[in-house]
């Protein structure tokens, strides 16, 4: 199991948002930073950083994983 650290992109507060990337199914850019689909029951999630950041947290999570 990989978690990545994200930024919530809704609360004013910008909780950090943690997310197991086995559980995401898509992301795309959006304003203001990227959308997460995961599995689940809420299973959209708004978060600060573009979707680039995203896949290379992800692809970093993946490497370290298999190290």
């Known amino acids: 199991m990989q978690i990545i650290k994200l930024t919530s992109a809704v609360a004013s507060a910008r909780p ?3 997310v197991n990337v086995d559980h995401i199914i898509s992301f795309s850019d959006q304003a203001g930073g990227c959308q997460l689909r995961v599995t689940g029951g809420n299973n959209v999630v708004a978060v600060k950083e573009t979707a680039e950041t995203v896949a290379r947290l ?8 298999t190290e």
């Open 58 to 65: 992800i692809e970093h999570a993946a490497r370290s994983q």
């Open 16 to 18: 950090t948002v943690y």
